[in-house]
């Protein structure tokens, strides 16, 4: 069955989005369309939080738990809240009285001009929604910025927000004040439901054709047909770019079939004795889930890969920005790719035609561009996770550490050999027009002894590897010594001999 219309829920009730309105994005759909000023909006890009609002998908026969997620509506397009649920800031209050953390803040003196007020309730309402664990909320409310109050204030809003909600049982406030019962087996229909919006040319103001399939096949078999259509997952950078009023939309968000994941082991083509482990993540697999994927694959590496993650924008982004979405910007600070290239990732490419598996390290074609053909999707990536004797290092230099996009990365892999350097691979960001590997490098490092000295003189030819450029993050010569230092200083990390 397709619709032409979209229907989400807001605040318990549903509601019809049609035409141009349906491409709009979520914050300026609330402010401008219904007028629910609440939702502010101060940056625009996802980087503040200031315009969240907290969104629910119908929960999977597997997991029964609807789980409320915090998003930025400013980064976010209508289309893709088809069969969802959205509360704003205007429905987390009962007639009866506020929510805990609109309490708390009240009671804490947590707003001065009252801009970041809303979207720090929200994300606080959906940490305690799901707490069931004392709640870090220093990382929770990373992803909301205050220019005014302060943060002592809004933290200890949040703790007492916590206490409260415990003493007087309110942990599920969103599911009490908006029940599952009242609004999921429709939502669920639609949710899987292909959504198929004509486009229309209205002189000046064009609306391009909105496709939202049910299945990858659809999607695929559409794409042939449309290949110069803009591909929409998380939107967290497609929604800081905005549409293409002339190219149609393909929404691939909500395709549950390239949001799996799974492991699998087999020989090492080198070594037949060494099993080895590949990952395969679905292209829609988003950021949040990663830590819990890699505790359950990554074994002595998953702390180090996680911190990773926890790096990446804040929970906002998180929940919304996906590995398929990293990888098809071709950023050359979008931080999985040196990772990815140390874990010799291989990608999946699908088109209605046939199916290709290229090497990540071919896949990018410079800045921002790759060898993906008009008519394909990126469906899966596969990573040899690497093993317990092997070394993994990830580091990330911004100018902030939280919601802040690197100025430069680096990614590093090696084994020690009874104190000779084997297998090394390194591959950095920020340091050219892509991320890369760092080939020549690593030649002065495979077989070298693990001491200091090695670390140091490879580090001192790195500049062989990397191109980098003066920009608002960093000079050349900034990023060139940035990267010097993090090499050299690898051998110090703990496994390194020095
Ligand atoms: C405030 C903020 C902070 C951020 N912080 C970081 C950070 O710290 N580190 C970082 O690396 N990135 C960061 N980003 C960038 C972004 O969140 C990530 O790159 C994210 O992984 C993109 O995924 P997405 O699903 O949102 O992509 P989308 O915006 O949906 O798509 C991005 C591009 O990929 C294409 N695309 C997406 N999926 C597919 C597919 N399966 N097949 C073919 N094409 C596809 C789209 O057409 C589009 O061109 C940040 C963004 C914002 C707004
Ligand atoms: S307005 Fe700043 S994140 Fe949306
Ligand atoms: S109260 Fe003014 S920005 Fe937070």
């Not at 290709?356 to 800045?367: H, M």
């Not at 394909?376 to 996770?385: K, Y």
């Not at 430069?408 to 050219?432: C, E, F, K, P, Y």
């Not at 010594?481 to 390194?496: K, M, N």
Request: aromatic share 6%; hydrophobic share 40%.
């Amino acid at each position: 069955m397709s619709n032409a219309q979209v229907m989400v829920w807001l605040n318990g009730e549903s509601r019809v989005v049609e035409g141009p309105e349906a491409l709009l994005p979520v914050s300026s759909w609330l402010r401008t369309v219904l007028h629910l000023n609440g939702t502010k909006v101060a940056c625009g890009t996802g980087d503040c939080g200031a315009c969240t609002v907290l969104v629910a998908t119908p929960a999977s026969e597997v997991d029964a738990t609807v789980r409320w997620h915090p998003l930025n509506s400013c980064v976010r397009f209508v289309f893709q809240l088809h069969g969802c649920h959205v509360v704003t800031i205007e429905g987390m209050s009962s007639a009866e009285a506020l929510a805990p953390a609109q309490r708390c803040l009240m009671a804490c003196h947590a707003s001065q001009c009252g801009f970041c007020t809303p979207g720090f309730a929200l994300t606080m309402t959906a940490a305690l929604e799901h707490s069931g664990k004392p709640v870090d909320w220093r990382a929770a409310l990373a992803g909301n910025v205050c220019r005014c109050t302060g943060y002592s204030a809004i933290l200890e809003a949040a703790e007492q927000a916590e206490s409260l909600v415990q003493s007087e049982g309110s942990d599920h406030w969103l599911n009490t004040r908006f029940p599952p019962e009242r609004w999921q087996s429709k939502a669920r229909e639609l949710y899987h439901q292909t959504l198929s919006v004509p486009g229309h040319d209205g002189g000046s103001a064009r609306t391009p054709a909105l496709y939202r399939p049910s299945s990858v096949d659809e999607a695929l078999a559409w794409l042939a047909h449309e290949p110069h259509a803009q591909i929409v997952a998380g939107a967290t950078d497609l929604g800081v770019e905005g549409l293409d009023a002339t190219r149609p939309v393909l929404c691939i968000e909500h395709l549950t079939g390239l949001a799996e994941w799974s492991v699998t082991s087999h020989p090492d083509v080198s070594n037949h004795e060494t099993v080895r482990q590949t990952l395969m993540l679905g292209a829609l697999v988003r950021w949040q889930e990663l830590p819990a994927i890699f505790s359950r694959t990554a074994g002595v590496h998953a702390a180090s890969l996680s911190a990773l993650v926890a790096r990446v924008g804040g929970p906002q982004i998180r929940a919304a920005g996906t590995v398929g979405g990293n990888i098809m910007t071709a950023s050359p600070i979008g931080d999985l790719l040196p990772l990815l290239l140390v874990l010799e990732a291989r990608v999946e490419l699908r088109s209605a035609r046939e199916t290709r598996v290229v090497p990540l390290r071919e896949f990018g074609r410079g800045y921002r561009a790759t060898m993906r053909r008009s008519d394909e999707l990126l469906t899966r990536v596969f990573v040899t996770l690497p093993q317990a004797d092997e070394q993994v290092r990830l580091e990330k230099v911004s100018r902030r550490y939280e919601v802040d996009i690197a100025t430069v990365s680096l990614a590093a892999r090696w084994r020690d050999d009874h104190g000779i350097l084997r297998d090394v691979q390194l591959a950095a960001g920020g340091m050219g027009p892509a991320a890369g590997r760092l080939v020549h490098t690593e030649a002065v490092l495979n077989g070298a002894t693990n001491v200091a000295d090695s670390w140091a003189t490879a580090a001192a030819t790195c500049a062989q590897d990397v191109t980098p450029r003066n920009d608002v993050r960093g000079s050349a010569s900034y990023r060139s010594l940035v990267l010097q230092t993090l090499i050299a200083h690898l051998s110090r990390s703990p496994g390194g001999a020095a």
